[in-house]
């Protein structure tokens, strides 16, 4: 996840690939309320790994479910047949509604001495048209707090089930949901029926809930969207196994740049046309813009088609949250977009007409707005701006602009806040990086050198947490290098160059965090030592080792950038870096930092020897013949001799963000 203040997307220039999607949170927390009410075990496939899903299985556990997970499979034992437990037992429900409210319902048609609470904001989530439904049914339920909301303590029922129950629809379909899930549990002898009070809201999501009850053998009667029946004889079967589908409002930021995107085309892996989210209808109205689409059970492959994608007019009623994905297609379209019957918009998680017309035309567009609509004009080339995307703590906005990276004017786009995502989609930046693709010369690399022991190591990786960067030890190559090269029984002398390089050429290492692996075992703290420097010395003086290193180097120049910490960084590597910094340290300041920390780790150490040792050691690098220690022409030098670690980390940043300018 990007916990950055702000994300610069570079220009992206295409796409391909493959990528997973999460799973639904909507689906994955009725399914594991489902596995549970049934006999016998169900594996559940692709299950979401978040807060709300945590709260559920903590909860079913309590009910002395079985919960086995391995990965993002759960298998549930159910309590199908089982005596449910008779003792008191108090559920945390954390700030989950999706696990609160169903529930509630199957815990109180079951009965027993159970009592649920949760985060003081969910003691403040209205639950009391639920309760009231749930009392008309004949369950016990009372307020331990305010009336209306949790905590509640629930009993023992005295189900009456002669007549409809009536339920609130237009508050939360998240109660209907509720009694559909809790009912069959009543269901042996009689029919039941639910009886809709109020404009049922939110649909698509009752249908969520009737398909998959049928998926566990409950067959509910619809009669329009007023009344709902179970019927007599209904009992939970488990479907053995069961796949939870991707996100499908996740899938159209993936659609959409198929449809944008030059490349051969996405996959979209773990949802499909079949899909029983309403989102997933958003598939037609990119196909409609241009997009080729194709799909298959639990997948979906979309390819550009018409470019410019071509304007169109929609109704976006059935799809609100996925349309919003539409208005950024539109600037890559052969005329206006026009999107209807949008009125949900305004109160999301902000007020997204006016978010969505806002940071549309900081980029540069033409756009109208009215209560319920918005037109976006297509943006033409020539006529895209830098802009820096506001994203009003909405998830959406910041994943549908990071698709305005495509412009024909390869400008990069600034999304504020991108952590903002982690709401449905925590990785979704990853994902579109490992599927995008741009020119070298598009992402940035910035270079940082200096003297041993100056800081640089620190400072690089620092200034790489803050833009979200990649990392690039370079030093740390040579040491690995070195090191494989003594493993495999060679000298670091010139008479072994040809065999270092071989093996230089093809380094099994790989980074992780502060780790460094060789062939998977952990060499971090052998290649750091004195000695490990030394080598790494002699290793990179031999012409073919340096050159054998270079296509490894380059490798790290990935989306969305790179910090790339060394000695020839900016003149051999990346020549052509937009920022290069050469720290110069005085040798003084440089021995006073390496003894505080010889000290701290417990060694002792003598300061005026190390002094000289730096000042020797300067003296070789700078007059070395192959890749000396010298600033890159263009560098700026940085003197962090009375420089805090954080004052070199924003001078270094305010160097940056001057060649970086937003709008
Ligand atoms: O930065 P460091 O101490 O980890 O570097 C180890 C050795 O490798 C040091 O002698 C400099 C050398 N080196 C190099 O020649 N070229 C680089 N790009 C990085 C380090």
Redesign the pocket.
């Known amino acids: 996840m990007f916990s950055t203040a702000f994300l610069d997307l570079p220009p992206l220039q295409g796409a391909s690939g493959v990528v997973t999607l999460p799973g639904s949170k909507s689906i994955s927390n009725r399914v594991l309320l489902l596995s549970a009410l049934c006999q016998g075990t169900t594996v559940v496939h692709d299950l979401l790994d978040s807060d709300d899903t945590r709260v559920m299985l903590a909860a079913l556990r309590q009910l002395g479910c079985g919960v086995e997970i391995d990965g993002t499979t759960v298998t549930i034992t159910g309590l199908g047949g089982r005596a449910w437990p008779a003792e008191a037992i108090e559920f945390f429900m954390g700030n989950a509604g999706t696990a609160m409210r169903p529930l509630t319902a199957a815990l109180s048609v079951q009965g027993g001495d159970f009592t649920l609470k949760g985060v003081p904001r969910m003691h403040e989530r209205p639950i009391g048209d639920l309760v009231d439904a749930l009392r008309e049914l004949g369950c016990t339920i009372d307020y331990l707090g305010n009336a209306g909301f949790p905590p509640l303590r629930i009993g023992q029922p005295q189900l009456q089930l002669n007549k409809p129950i009536p339920v609130r629809g237009d508050v939360s379909s998240q109660f209907l949901t509720a009694l559909l899930m809790a009912l069959p549990l009543a269901a042996q002898n009689r029919d039941i029926a639910i009886e809709v009070v109020g404009e049922l809201i939110s649909k698509p999501y009752i249908e969520i809930t009737l398909n998959l009850l049928a998926r566990y053998g409950i067959a509910v009667e619809r009669h329009g969207w007023e009344r709902f029946v179970i019927p007599a004889g209904s009992r939970y079967q488990s479907p053995g196994t069961i796949h939870v589908e991707a996100d499908a409002s996740s899938a159209s930021y993936f659609i959409a740049l198929g449809a944008i995107a030059q490349g051969d085309g996405i996959r979209i892996q773990g949802v499909g046309a079949d899909s029983i989210q309403g989102d997933i209808r958003f598939m037609d109205a990119a196909a409609q813009m241009g997009a080729k689409i194709i799909s298959g059970p639990n997948w979906l492959e979309i390819q550009r088609g018409a470019w410019p994608l071509k304007g169109i007019t929609l109704d976006c009623n059935h799809i609100p949250d996925a349309a919003m994905t539409l208005a950024v297609m539109a600037l890559y379209a052969d005329g206006p977009t026009t999107l209807r019957n949008i009125a949900s918009w305004r109160v999301k998680e902000t007020d997204r007409i006016v978010a969505m017309a806002t940071e549309s035309r900081k980029l540069g567009a033409t756009v109208e707005e009215g209560p319920d609509w918005i037109t976006i004009h297509p943006l033409p080339a020539d006529q895209w701006q830098r802009a820096s995307i506001h994203t009003y703590d909405d998830h959406r906005v910041a994943m549908c602009f990071s698709l305005a990276a495509f412009n024909a004017d390869q400008v990069p786009v600034r999304i504020e806040d991108p952590q903002c995502v982690a709401k449905t989609f925590p990785d979704y930046f990853e994902a579109l990086f490992s599927v995008a693709h741009t020119a070298a010369t598009n992402i940035p690399v910035i270079c940082i050198d200096g003297p ?1 022991a100056s800081g640089k190591g620190t400072l690089a990786s620092r200034v790489a947490a803050q833009l979200g960067y990649h990392y690039l030890d ?3 190559l ?2 690995v290098t070195a090191h494989a090269a003594l493993q495999a029984g060679l000298t670091l002398e010139a008479t072994d160059e040809a065999a270092i390089a071989k093996l230089a050429r093809s380094l099994p290492v790989r980074f992780e965090g502060e780790q460094v692996l060789l062939n998977n075992v952990d060499v971090t703290d052998a290649i750091r030592s004195e000695q490990g ?1 030394m080598n ?2 002699k290793v ?1 003086v031999l012409p073919a080792v340096r050159e054998a290193l270079v296509q490894l180097q380059h490798s790290f120049q990935r989306l969305p950038g790179l910090l790339a910490d ?4 900016g003149t051999v590597i990346f020549p052509s870096a937009p920022l290069k910094v050469f720290l110069t340290a005085s040798a003084a300041q440089r021995a006073e930092r390496r003894h505080k920390q010889l000290i701290l780790k417990g060694f002792s150490a003598n300061i005026d020897a190390l002094r000289a040792d730096l000042e020797a050691r300067d003296a070789r690098d700078m007059s070395r013949s192959v ?1 000396p220690l010298k600033p890159a022409q263009d560098a700026l030098q940085l003197d962090n001799s009375s420089l805090t670690i954080e004052a070199s980390v924003e001078q270094v940043m305010v160097w940056w963000q001057s060649r970086q300018v937003f709008t």
């Open positions: 041993t370079s030093g740390a040579y040491r420097g790494a010395s990179s060394g000695r020839d960084m890749a």
